[in-house]
């Protein structure tokens, strides 16, 4: 362990201007920094803790918009009715991410920048094998090696890796904005474009960069139009609880009466959905949000949009079964967001 020194950040702005120094890391609940300590991914010689911000832990409405503090817990924002009836995918995904008990320290401020569960990556110091993200230039060691729970959107030979966040997957959905704090201000990002696959990275020509994030930026927030749409979150894992996503779904559907033959029958008015852990980052169906309105809430009828949707896929030699096992997520995701079985 290296030694660093700690300090407390009073205001927002002082942690921002702490930032930008490089060598200094904010801590929120330390779930995810303390394991980069441990294991050699990060080693700043200063460490400024902003779990004193009260300011940033409020979760509330004004008018239609929903706002969450960057130090709410994933618990804290799971519980919360504003948040349960206004952005429902939103507080399934906090509540089916991690345990009880990382949960009550884990912030979505420090959720969105986790980074990949890749066993290559997360390795103890000194990694035993290639990897440009810890070691740029070195090589992909999963690339050769096991990579069935990696990409199938925008990987690039220099990185197969996936984002895991679940929140990550329904703010991207549910069209939230992350409010950020740098040196040149505040600013938004739209959480559809916070995270960076490995190709957008390469083609910005910072082919190891993971979100739109600037060094010295704080995350003070989120905020999301509160939506009346029936909403799910759906998370396929090896274990019912505390296991990271193989892959996820978070859905939005809104329907409408329509005459169908004769009848009147339940149609989709307003539909989005997005993808988790196939990409590094949260994977939005657009293709599919434009063709859904008009039809049935059925699987028959959701099953070939989805599939034109996802026919961009690229998997891995070990994991083209995820290509499949999206596909089922998403139409699950959207059967339950509009009530259906
Ligand atoms: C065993 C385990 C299982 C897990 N399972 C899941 C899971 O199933 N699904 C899932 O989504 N997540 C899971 N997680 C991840 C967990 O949710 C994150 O570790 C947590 O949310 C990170 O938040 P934190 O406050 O602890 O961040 P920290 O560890 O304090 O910080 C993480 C990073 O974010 C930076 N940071 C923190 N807050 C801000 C801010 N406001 N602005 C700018 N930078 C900031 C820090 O500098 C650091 O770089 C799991 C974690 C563990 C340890």
């Known amino acids: 362990m290296r030694d660093f020194a700690y300090a407390r950040a009073g205001t927002a702005e002082e942690a921002a201007g702490a930032l930008a120094d490089p060598r200094t890391s904010v801590i929120a609940g330390g779930t995810e920094l303390l394991n980069w300590f441990r294991l050699g991914i990060a080693a700043p010689d200063r460490v400024v803790d902003i779990g004193g911000l009260d300011e940033l832990r409020r979760i509330d409405r004004d008018g239609d918009e929903l706002r969450i503090g960057a130090l709410a817990t994933l ?49 103890e110091e000194p990694l035993p094998w290639p990897c440009n993200k810890r070691d740029p230039g070195s090589g992909c060691a999963s690339l050769a090696g096991r990579h069935e729970r990696q990409a199938i959107f925008g990987w690039t030979r220099d990185c197969v890796a996936v984002q895991p966040s679940d929140p990550a997957v329904a703010l991207a959905m549910l069209d939230a904005q992350a409010d950020v704090l740098g040196p040149a201000g505040p600013r938004t990002i739209p959480m559809r474009e916070f995270h960076l696959t490995q190709r957008e990275a390469a083609e910005a020509g910072q082919p190891m960069r993971e979100t739109r994030l600037e060094p010295g930026e704080l995350i003070t927030g989120y905020r999301l139009p509160a939506s009346s749409d029936g909403q799910a979150y759906v998370k396929v894992r090896e274990r019912a609880s505390y296991e990271y996503a193989i892959v996820s779904a978070a859905a939005a559907v809104r329907l409408e009466e329509a005459r169908a033959a004769g009848a009147r029958e339940q149609r989709i008015a307003a539909a989005r959905v997005a993808l988790g852990s196939v990409a590094q980052r949260p994977w939005r169906l657009a293709a599919a949000e434009a063709e859904l309105p008009g039809l049935p809430l059925t699987r028959e009828a959701l099953i070939p949009v989805i599939e034109r949707a996802m026919a961009d896929a690229v998997p891995l030699p070990q994991n083209g079964f995820k290509v499949l096992m999206a596909r089922n997520a998403a139409v699950r995701a959207l059967l339950a967001a509009g009530g259906a079985r």
């Open 75 to 123: 618990n804290e924002i799971g519980e919360h009715p504003l948040v349960t009836q206004a952005a429902g995918a939103l507080a399934s995904a906090c509540l089916q991410a991690a345990s009880a008990q990382i949960r009550n320290r884990a912030t979505i401020g420090g959720n969105v920048l986790q980074r990949t569960r890749c066993p290559y990556f997360r390795a």
